[in-house]
């Protein structure tokens, strides 16, 4: 098996706020936040794992922590990058750790900045997953940065 030299993989994702994600202030409500964050990380794990496979052996990627912290606040069609990163692991230690950063592309600031875990699940037997199957592994070890 390859040895992973901890290698930093970063992805960017653009974001542009939608009407409906507004609250009554007329700023992004932060439940969008997550959902932003989810969907740049389950980019990453379609890169290890496609859904045709997810279906087939019944693993699953769950949340298990989210941290956002909010820095500034952001309106309807300002355009934004996702920043997500995750450092490659050696081994599998029970937990996939994703950093994110959310910048506003044109003032370049901060909006927030957030970190995630996921855990893996045999959705057939409702166990944790204690190794990562070799195919998946392989892939994960391969991530381009």
């Not at 606040?73 to 081994?91: F, M, N």
């Not at 592309?105 to 944790?128: C, F, P, R, W």
Request: hydrophobic share 40%; glycine share 4%.
């Amino acid at each position: 098996m390859k040895k992973s030299l901890a290698r930093l993989i970063k992805r960017k994702t653009k974001i542009t706020p939608k009407l409906y994600e507004l609250d009554m202030q007329g700023v992004v409500y932060n439940g969008h936040y997550f959902k932003w964050f989810d969907q740049a990380r389950f980019e990453i794990i379609l890169e290890m794992i496609s859904i045709q496979e997810i279906l087939e052996t019944g693993l699953t990627f769950m949340i298990a922590e989210n941290h956002c912290e909010y820095k500034n606040y952001v309106s309807y069609g300002e355009s934004l990058i996702l920043y997500t990163s995750h450092r490659i692991q050696p081994v599998y230690q029970g937990r996939i750790t994703f950093d994110h950063c959310l910048i506003h592309e044109k003032k370049k600031i901060e909006i927030a900045n957030a970190y995630s875990s996921l855990v893996v699940v045999n959705q057939k037997t409702k166990q944790l997953v204690k190794e990562m199957p070799d195919f998946i592994w392989q892939r994960y070890l391969n991530l381009k940065t």
